[in-house]
Structure formats: C-alpha cells, structure tokens
Antibody, heavy 118, light 109 residues
Framework: QVQLVESGGGVVQPGRSLRLSCEAS????????MRWVRQAPGKGLEWVAA????????YYADSVKGRFTISRDNSKNTLFLQMNSLRAEDTAVYYC???????????WGQGIMVTVSS | EIVLTQSPATLSLSPGERATLSCRAS??????LAWYQQKPGQAPRLLIY???NRATGIPVRFSGSGSGTDFTLTISSLEPEDFAVYYC???????????FGRGTKVEIK
C-alpha cells in the first residue's frame, strides 16, 4: 500500500533553515509528481510546492517563492523541502502528497509539524 | 488567480440526514475540481476528482456534481464517521498553482 512518511520537523528560530523529508513506499516513486501542502494551526490547506516526476518542472506558492526549494532523490524514494529564511507565518503541519493527473493529491503523509518561534 | 468559495462554513446535521456542500469558482474550471475530507488530527483524504469521480475506496454515499463555476458534494445519508471538514480544490494552468477552498465543517447537530 502507498505510504508517505514525513520527517525533519521541529522548532526553529525565525530566519533559520529546516529540511523536511518524505519517504515513499508502495508505489513507483520515480513515476509520480509530488507535492507539499501545509496547514497552519486551526486553518485550512495551503499548497506549497510541486515537483514533476523527473524534476523537469517545479512550482511554488508565492508565499514561499525564493525561500523554499523542492527536490527529490528517485534512487532513495525520497522527497525534500528545503526551507530557508523561515518566518513565524510558516508555522504549520507540512504534508507531502502524491500527484494524480497533475491536478489532484491522491495520497497524503501523516504530516510533520514545523514551528517557527524565538 | 482562481478563488474557490465554499458554503456554508458550517453545516449542522444529524446522522442519516443528507448533506449538500457547495464550492463556487471565481471563473470556470471546467470539471477540474476535487473534494477532500479531513478529520481532526488526520491528513486529508481524496474523495472526488474531476468533479464527479469517486476516488478508490470511497463509499457510494459520497457524490460530486457540477461544472464550470458551481460544484456540489453530496453525502446522501450521514454516517457518524462523516462528520469532518471538507475542502474543494483546483489546479490553475496559469500561473500553475493548486488552490483550496476554505472548507466546510460538517458537525453533529
């Protein structure tokens, strides 16, 4: 069965960096686009970043453009999100999700909490 | 940028009742719309894609309809496990972004 497991979250000071990982199993990782979606405490869902199966295309929400970088290692079935210059408003649960038809998100990880606070 | 407006914000119903949730797009999205369910402390789950197609394993009591700018998620008879928050979502072509509505909470009356 499809499994996505995020790691790397925690508490970080404003302006610092953090790298999230998402380990995938149960499907051919190298054949699927992947996404990061976040959810601030008590708020709705916000798409963060997208990457094509072969890394040929990457897209970012305006709120993270220039600060976050999405990448993947298909040899290790792992998705990454490098987060730099973190702000308090980046505090959220971060989910990795598998792409479906380049439009939707058909499987989700359990989420990992990132708290940006001094 | 396309904005998705969900209504109502909260729907108070009893088990066994019919739930009708609305999602309105600020411009036409054809049939490229999905619905997700999220329970407290859990990740979202894909229910419906392309406006009316049930995702794998989704019970038949969930159905989606609509096209263009107006979409509806219907739960024909609410089960206790259906009380949750529901989001609609669309991917825009230009700029390439994925947008969610603000959600509708279905709560027990």
């Amino acid at each position: 069965q499809v499994q996505l497991v995020e790691s790397g979250g925690g508490v970080v000071q404003p302006g610092r960096s953090l790298r999230l990982s998402c380990e995938a199993s149960g499907f051919i990782f190298s054949s699927y686009g992947m996404r990061w979606v976040r959810q601030a405490p008590g708020k709705g869902l916000e798409w963060v970043a997208a990457i094509w199966y072969d890394e040929t295309n990457k897209y970012y929400a305006d709120s993270v453009k220039g600060r976050f970088t999405i990448s993947r290692d298909n040899s290790k079935n792992t998705l990454f999100l490098q987060m730099n210059s973190l702000r308090a408003e980046d505090t959220a649960v971060y989910y990795c999700a598998r792409d479906r038809y380049q439009k939707y998100f058909d499987y989700w990880g359990q989420g990992i909490m990132v708290t940006v606070s001094s | 940028e396309i904005v998705l407006t969900q209504s109502p914000a909260t729907l108070s119903l009893s088990p066994g009742e019919r739930a009708t949730l609305s999602c309105r797009a600020s411009q036409s999205v054809s049939s490229y719309l999905a619905w997700y369910q999220q329970k407290p402390g859990q990740a979202p789950r894909l229910l419906i894609y392309d406006a009316s197609n049930r995702a794998t394993g989704i019970p038949v009591r969930f159905s989606g309809s609509g096209s263009g700018t107006d979409f509806t998620l219907t739960i024909s008879s609410l089960e206790p496990e259906d009380f949750a928050v529901y989001y609609c979502q669309h991917r825009s072509d230009w700029p390439r972004t994925w947008t969610f509505g603000r959600g509708t909470k279905v709560e027990i009356k």
